[in-house]
């Protein structure tokens, strides 16, 4: 039998919500597994012929799991490949994600997520898991198979972008759904409300002469979505909320017993309206940016957990739909390698704990769609980040590893960066220098 692969992670801090474990620790990898974790000064002796990687001064966390990646492939793939979304996914320390169906054409049936499935075995570096499109090409009428789509491999229902604007077919959707054990995830914005506006409804959309979206927007339609889900006992996640009155509307639902959960951009915990500035198309977000007042309390629900999860919302876009008048460019912005150094300010501003912050980006993603990550439990997938929390540097375009260069935090300045990640035991990406 061909000798066991082993590696020794040594030195570390390592912070893993699974298991409670918040500090110096020592990890023992096999054949793509961990094998082994000694919490505590204790260290694991080395096996014979064992490659050593000495983490002391770092950290070490689960590897992160992101619940929401457009892709442009297929049908886009000027904008974003498997392939290269896995490799700025690898460098942000993002080593599973959900890709969404917003493709060309939808993905909405078995050939469709079974296309997704063998280019990201055969191109990608991290693990990708393709979600699939609650009604046929997105149309909010005739429901997918999602019994097939399961079997196929899709792990999560959604319509991208879209509503569903009819409530009969939403109910019979989460319905059909539960009986599955999927999770319907869902944007929480009402499209006739938001349909001609282009940034958060107030005085600097006023100033800048810029229709406006108002937070009702957002609030009336989860609060139908979560009224429906109630009626169903169906699995909803509100995939990216942004104001208050959202946050306190899941908040009432979670203690009502109800199977609710939700998500928060990555963007809108990190800028604001203001930072739209003179017409910066890259912020040309969805939702909105909102407030300061709105995201300081979306802080707040990320820190308490009525918030569960963070996305990057990676959404790659070339020049020629981003470099127009505000009102013209297309909405969202790339952010998988940015997810994670961006997290870490609410870290370092003392408003979110480490700990909580991994378990929204690695640990509590993985649950919520039931994926194999964000645990590193003995006999768990071996899949790492290394980090050094306190590394300064500033985001540029010529550094960035995805085909689009459509970053909000051009020019910004953090402090923390991924050093490496390994999916199954093996390396995938190092910081050179």
């Given at each position: ?5 082993k590696?020794?992670i ?5 912070v ?9 620790a020592?990890?023992?990898?096999s ?16 096996p ?5 990687i000495?983490a002391k001064g770092?950290?070490?966390f689960p590897g992160?799991?992101d619940a ?19 490799k ?5 320390g993002v080593?599973?994600f959900?890709?969404m ?14 296309f997704v ?11 990708i898991y ?19 789509l ?5 792990v ?5 972008k879209?509503?569903i604007?009819?409530?009969l077919?939403f109910?019979?959707a ?7 054990g ?13 349909s ?7 005085i600097?959309?006023t ?28 699995n909803y996640?509100?995939?990216k ?6 946050a306190?509307?899941i908040s ?5 017993g109800?199977n609710?959960?939700?998500?928060i ?25 909102r407030?300061?007042?709105?995201r ?8 308490d957990?009525?918030i569960?999860?963070?996305?990057s919302s990676?959404?790659p ?19 998988l390698?940015t997810?994670?150094?961006a997290?870490?300010?609410l ?5 979110v ?9 690695s640990t509590?993603?993985a649950?919520?769609f039931g994926?194999p990550?964000?645990s ?5 997938d ?20 995805s ?10 300045r953090?402090s923390?960066?991924i050093?490496?990640?390994l ?11």
């Amino acid at each position: 039998m061909p000798k066991a692969v082993k590696t020794l992670i040594t030195g570390g801090h390592l912070v893993d919500p699974s298991q409670d474990i918040d500090g110096p620790a020592s990890l023992l990898l096999s054949n793509g597994k961990v094998d082994a974790v000694n919490a505590g000064t204790s260290k694991i002796d080395a096996p014979e012929g064992a490659e050593i990687i000495d983490a002391k001064g770092k950290h070490i966390f689960p590897g992160l799991v992101d619940a929401r990646v457009y892709v442009g492939e297929p049908g886009s793939e000027h904008r974003e490949t498997i392939a290269s979304a896995s490799k700025a996914a690898a460098a942000g320390g993002v080593t599973s994600f959900i890709m969404m169906p917003e493709t060309d054409p939808v993905i909405d049936d078995v050939s469709l997520v079974d296309f997704v499935r063998r280019a990201a075995r055969d191109d990608a570096q991290v693990r990708i898991y393709p979600s699939a499109a609650i009604t046929k090409g997105f149309k909010g009428q005739e429901l997918t198979e999602f019994g097939l789509l399961q079997e196929a491999g899709a792990v999560m229902l959604t319509e991208g972008k879209r509503s569903i604007r009819n409530n009969l077919t939403f109910r019979r959707a989460l319905t059909y759904a539960r009986d599955f054990g999927l999770v319907i995830s869902k944007e929480t914005l009402d499209p006739d409300l938001s349909s001609n506006g282009v940034m958060n409804e107030g005085i600097n959309a006023t100033h800048l002469g810029l229709p406006g979206i108002p937070r009702e927007a957002e609030i009336i339609a989860l609060e139908r979505d979560l009224r429906i889900a109630a009626l169903t006992s169906g699995n909803y996640h509100a995939a990216k909320i942004s104001t208050s009155d959202s946050a306190d509307a899941i908040s009432t639902y979670k203690k009502q017993g109800h199977n609710v959960t939700c998500g928060i951009s990555i963007n809108h915990l990190s800028l604001n309206e203001n930072d739209v500035g003179r017409y910066r198309t890259y912020l040309r977000l969805a939702p909105p940016l909102r407030s300061e007042d709105d995201r300081n309390a979306m802080i707040a629900a990320l820190a308490d957990g009525t918030i569960d999860i963070i996305v990057s919302s990676h959404d790659p876009h070339d020049a020629d739909t981003k470099r127009h008048p505000f009102e013209e460019a297309a909405e969202g912005a790339i952010g998988l390698e940015t997810l994670f150094s961006a997290a870490l300010r609410l870290y370092h501003n003392g408003e979110v704990g480490l700990s909580r912050l991994i378990d929204a980006m690695s640990t509590r993603p993985a649950r919520i769609f039931g994926l194999p990550g964000g645990s590193l439990k003995p006999g768990k997938d071996a899949d790492i980040v290394i980090a050094d929390l306190d590394i300064p540097f500033v985001i540029r375009e010529e550094n960035i590893v995805s085909r689009s260069k459509n970053t909000p935090f051009e020019g910004e300045r953090f402090s923390g960066k991924i050093l490496q990640t390994l999916v199954a035991g093996r390396t995938i990406y190092q910081e050179c220098g």
